[in-house]
């Protein structure tokens, strides 16, 4: 059986040193365009207390830092992206290595909790949303965008596709099933939203 944990760790600590400047599909273009939507959906957001779960190179945490200042944290696997990303000297943030599924912070902590571009690649799926919900306060959003498919693409992807490729990809979900999968895991969805030909981003709610 695949160790998607450390393919993926493997996988991003290969990409580090060129991953911000190569905007491909395969690098962080779709990432930089989900940061981007959310930066602008956070803007009339009122936090304090925000965690970017898979931050990578802090892309997103340095676009909010310059813009509000509050308590930041990112958490990666990778620390080859963790090494770029102290290397920005991010105002206000902390960052740490660890796991999607095992986040290592008080329940009830943060206020906002961000996604981007990696949940295809945590193997326990529901394991990081039951994470993310313990760490939220009561009202706190959950802002997920991946890229994904369902369907019989999404079937292929997972059944064969991610079965052949070392890159620790190992689920794809279109924005109804996240949602679904959120709904399961005790989130209020408050958003739906398509934001490019497959990618997406699907926002919940912790109500208690």
């Known amino acids: 059986m695949k160790d998607y944990i450390k393919l993926s760790e493997q996988h991003f600590?290969?990409?580090?040193?060129?991953?911000?400047e190569n905007n491909s599909m395969y690098y962080s273009g779709p990432a930089k365009f989900s940061c981007n939507d959310t930066v602008k959906y956070l803007k009339d957001i009122n936090y304090n207390k925000l965690l970017d779960v898979g931050c990578g190179t802090g892309y997103l945490l340095n676009l909010l830092s310059d813009k509000k200042e509050a308590e930041y944290h990112g958490l990666d696997l990778s620390?080859?992206?963790?090494k770029q990303a102290r290397a920005k000297n991010i105002r206000g943030t902390t960052l740490v290595k660890g796991r999607s599924d095992e986040l290592p912070y008080e329940d009830n902590y943060f206020d906002?909790?961000?996604?981007?571009?990696?949940?295809?690649h945590?193997?326990?799926?529901d394991k990081a949303m039951q994470e993310v919900y313990r760490v939220l306060k009561p009202g706190g959003i959950y802002i997920l965008s991946d890229t994904g498919v369902g369907g019989i693409?999404?079937?292929?992807?997972?059944?064969?596709?991610?079965?052949?490729?070392?890159?620790?990809?190992?689920?794809?979900?279109n924005k109804n099933g996240i949602s679904n999968l959120m709904m399961k895991n005790g989130f209020d969805v408050v958003e739906n939203k398509k934001l490019g030909k497959f990618i997406y981003t699907v926002v919940g709610k912790k109500l208690k």
């Open 79 to 82: 620390e080859g992206m963790l």
């Open 153 to 173: 693409g999404g079937w292929i992807y997972n059944h064969i596709i991610f079965k052949l490729i070392n890159s620790g990809d190992c689920h794809a979900a």
């Open 122 to 125: 945590y193997p326990d799926s």
């Open 112 to 120: 906002v909790v961000t996604c981007i571009q990696s949940f295809h």
């Open 13 to 20: 600590d290969g990409q580090a040193e060129v991953y911000d």
